[in-house]
T-cell receptor, first 109, second 116 residues
Framework: KNEVEQSPQNLTAQEGEFITINCSYS?????LHWLQQHPGGGIVSLFM???GKKKHGRLIATINIQEKHSSLHITASHPRDSAVYIC???????????FGEGTQLTVNP | DAGVIQSPRHEVTEMGQEVTLRCKPI?????LFWYRQTMMRGLELLIY????????DSGMPEDRFSAKMPNASFSTLKIQPSEPRDSAVYFC??????????????FGPGTRLTVL
């Protein structure tokens, strides 16, 4: 069993739909990251959070430390949101990140 | 700010050759990370440095891989000799770490390595 598991692996949505991507982890963490990898390969950090909720534009990330679970929500999805979304957790010691396998999101117009 | 700079962006080499990947972190950042991404294994941390000192190299696959950070603005990842299974995209990332506070990591554009 992977330390970080994401679901779904693939997600196809219509423009405007509300999207949720889930991340579960099995180890104690000091922080959780959500990353976005564009079709061209570039990786962008979306959020880093250790509790509660963060919002940036149409993106919302939540984390429940007790349940070892995080969600990434996209409101009013747009084709330009199409990318791979990767969850990564940082352990309680050091800076090492452990990555989930990613969720491939495709938003159709 | 130019962000994290990696070179080359693409490298094609023959099995057995030495490959050197380069990274310039964001100015002021004191942590540097080397990652490898493949279809089979996804993103994996190879090694990371804090204040130019290697902290965790447990992700380095084998002795053929070595990484150095001679100063705060430059790091190299070397593969010698290279093998076809080393073909991957290699990302460098940097962040600022102060005491127990970790800032987010900023990724470079990656180096796509193909070993024939």
């Amino acid at each position: 069993k992977n330390e970080v598991e994401q679901s779904p692996q693939n997600l196809t949505a219509q423009e405007g739909e509300f999207i949720t991507i889930n991340c579960s982890y099995s180890v104690g963490i000091s922080a959780l990251h959500w990353l976005q990898q564009h079709p061209g390969g570039g990786i962008v950090s979306l959020f880093m959070l250790s509790s509660g909720k963060k919002k940036h534009g149409r993106l919302i990330a939540t984390i429940n430390i007790q349940e070892k679970h995080s969600s990434l929500h996209i409101t009013a999805s747009h084709p330009r949101d199409s990318a791979v979304y990767i969850c990564a957790v940082r352990g309680t010691s050091g800076s090492r990140l452990t990555f989930g396998e990613g969720t491939q999101l495709t938003v159709n117009p | 700010d130019a962000g994290v700079i990696q070179s080359p962006r693409h490298e094609v080499t023959e099995m057995g050759q030495e490959v050197t990947l380069r990274c310039k972190p964001i100015s002021g950042h004191n942590s540097l990370f080397w990652y490898r991404q493949t279809m089979m294994r996804g993103l994996e941390l190879l090694i990371y440095f804090n204040n130019n000192v290697p902290i965790d190299d447990s992700g380095m696959p084998e002795d053929r891989f070595s990484a150095k950070m001679p100063n705060a603005s430059f790091s190299t990842l070397k593969i010698q000799p290279s093998e076809p299974r080393d073909s991957a995209v290699y990302f460098c990332a940097s962040s600022f770490k102060a005491s127990t506070l970790h800032n987010e990591q900023f990724f470079g554009p990656g180096t796509r390595l193909t070993v024939l």
